[in-house]
């Protein structure tokens, strides 16, 4: 076969087939490549928490001179 | 009293001057003085917990929330919001369901809890709906939040 045991691919780039590799019993056995390759993965999109602007106070007018509406509707 | 009303008026004043100013330590305490004279203030208890969400206390903004049913009667997107942000998305989508019909900062808050919750095709219909019907200064950010929406969905189908 054309991957003999000198091949130095690693088992766990192999596992679909069977061959006697003595590396695996000695003392450094080629199991995995450490450390991985580096491979591209989608970034994490920019997303913006816009629900913040919606968390404003009520508004107050109401509030500010209603001492004086109430003034008003007493005195009518 | 008419004194009374007067005093009032003038701490909602403080209050309101603080909301404007975007100075939210104080705003909290001025809430937190008008409501130890009167309880019930609906408006004071809203800005307390709007100061609360600014300042980042999102889980005592919950907490003040749930242990005062009635004056949050109104603050359904509060509620939902500190939820999101306490990362339980599920309640707080379970928040914003509760309502009959959304308003457009819930719209907003949907379609960011439903992009947490990664159920991208619903989120995508909720931002094209808010897109669409709305108008404001946030348009292009909006649109961003839109096309991550999107990458995910084509991650999703790849």
Redesign the interface.
Known sequence: SPKGPKSRKPLAERLGEYREDPSLTSKSPNVYRLPPDMKPI?CK??????????????S?ED??????K??QSNAG | S?AK??N??AL??E??KF?QNGEYER?LKAANKILSSQADEE?AF??KI?SL??LSKFNDALGFISKNPKLSSDLT??KA?CQ?RLNQPQEALKTVNSEQQLS??LK??KA?IL?RLEQYEECFDVYRDIIKNTEDD?ED??E??L??VL??LC?EGS
């Open positions: 989608p999109p920019l997303f913006f928490d816009l629900a913040l602007n919606w968390a404003e106070f009520p107050l509030k500010l001179d209603g001492a004086a109430k003034g | 008419s009303e007067a009032l008026s909602y004043a209050l309101n909301g705003a408006k809203h800005c709007v969400i600014q997107f509060e919001y999101y457009v900062k907003e808050l960011q992009y946030y950010e909006r961003t939040n096309s991550a990458a995910n991650i």
